[in-house]
Nanobody, 122 residues
Framework: QVQLVESGGGSVQAGGSLRLSCVAS????????MGWFRQAPGKEREGVAT???????TYADSVKGRFTISRDNAENTLFLQMNSLKPEDTAMYYC????????????????WGQGTQVTVSS
């Protein structure tokens, strides 16, 4: 049974930082593309960043230069370091896994965590 468990969300002021973690179990982690997605109330889920097993990463334009995705294949853990946070980054953040694709399209990902809330105040 695949499980993805996120942690690290919280409330911060604009300009602050948070580090999200996602621990994966029940899958061959080093074979999967891993991604972070977010969804704000009333908005569609959007891809924030992805990390492929080769080390290739992609980012949404809105977070480039502020967010960094990384993975520890030995510990089956995915991270998202978020710096210079803005109020528009407020959303539920989800970790997801895909065996076949590595895009930022949420429909390509078959496994999802429950999410962790990030709230950025101005």
């Amino acid at each position: 049974q695949v499980q993805l468990v996120e942690s690290g969300g919280g409330s911060v002021q604009a300009g602050g930082s948070l580090r999200l973690s996602c621990v994966a179990s029940g899958l061959s982690y080093n074979k999967y593309c891993m991604g972070w997605f977010r969804q704000a109330p009333g908005k569609e889920r959007e891809g924030v960043a992805t990390s492929y097993v080769t080390g290739i990463t992609t980012y949404a334009d809105s977070v480039k230069g502020r967010f960094t995705i990384s993975r520890d294949n030995a510990e089956n853990t995915l991270f998202l370091q978020m710096n210079s946070l803005k109020p528009e980054d407020t959303a539920m953040y989800y970790c997801a896994a895909s065996l076949r694709y590595c895009s930022r399209a949420w429909r390509d990902f078959g496994y999802w965590g429950q999410g962790t809330q990030v709230t950025v105040s101005s």
